[in-house]
T-cell receptor, first 111, second 115 residues
Framework: EDQVTQSPEALRLQEGESSSLNCSYT??????LFWYRQDPGKGPEFLFT???AGEEKEKERLKATLTKKESFLHITAPKPEDSATYLC????????????FGKGTTLSVSS | GAGVSQSPSNKVTEKGKDVELRCDPI?????LYWYRQRLGQGLEFLIY????????KSGLPSDRFSAERTGESVSTLTIQRTQQEDSAVYLC?????????????FGSGTQLSVL
């Protein structure tokens, strides 16, 4: 069964304290791995798509990496405005159009 | 419009009543998706539209759930005879085309509470 597991469920950081979020996946043929950010009361907002192991993408203080079993979202020197829930999703070959989402990691950054 | 618009933003209903949730996608986006987000759970796929047809309805949890899309634009998700377990945030998303890696643009969702 295709599955996405994110850890930790919640993460509290001090401003400037770098860390990483993990997304482990089990899929029957990965077509793409996605990271989204979700603020309270809002819909998810697209961050990155990764397609193959070894690929990396960066945006401001965020960098996403991909291996054959997991993806990491690295947050460098976070600021309070980075506080949000970060969602990982995969598109599997047998899942058709549906993205399979993890439960997310809720990040809180305090000043 | 500037983004995906969903209405109402909040809906409180009594068990057994029918509800309709509306989604206005970004103009020109041919693909439209409905997802459900229960408290503490990941987003759950419900249905996908390409134009006005729904080639993938595999996520609809029961025959109480249905959806339609007209004019390659507005979509309505209908839940009949609502149950308490239907309480969730219902999210709509659209994309320009359906292809691998195509990013989805989400609305802010409808928070449905079934009493």
């Amino acid at each position: 069964e295709d599955q996405v597991t994110q850890s930790p469920e919640a993460l509290r950081l001090q401003e400037g304290e770098s860390s990483s979020l993990n997304c482990s996946y089990t899929v029957s043929g990965l077509r793409g791995l996605f990271w989204y950010r979700q603020d309270p009361g809002k819909g998810p907002e697209f961050l990155f798509t990764l397609y193959s192991a070894g690929e990396e993408k960066e945006k401001e203080r965020l960098k996403a990496t991909l291996t054959k079993k997991e993806s990491f979202l690295h947050i460098t020197a976070p600021k309070p405005e980075d506080s949000a829930t970060y969602l990982c999703a995969v598109q599997a070959q047998q899942a058709g159009t549906a993205l399979i989402f993890g439960k997310g990691t809720t990040l809180s950054v305090s000043s | 419009g500037a983004g995906v618009s969903q209405s109402p933003s909040n809906k409180v209903t009594e068990k057994g009543k029918d509800v309709e949730l509306r989604c206005d996608p970004i103009s020109g986006h041919t693909a439209l998706y409905w997802y459900r987000q229960r408290l503490g759970q990941g987003l759950e796929f419900l249905i996908y539209f390409q134009g006005n047809s729904a080639p993938d309805k595999s996520g609809l949890p029961s025959d109480r759930f249905s959806a339609e899309r007209t004019g390659e634009s507005v979509s309505t998700l209908t839940i009949q005879r609502t149950q308490q377990e239907d309480s969730a945030v219902y999210l709509c998303a659209s994309s320009l085309v359906r292809q691998v890696g195509e990013k989805l643009f989400f609305g802010s969702g409808t928070q449905l509470s079934v009493l």
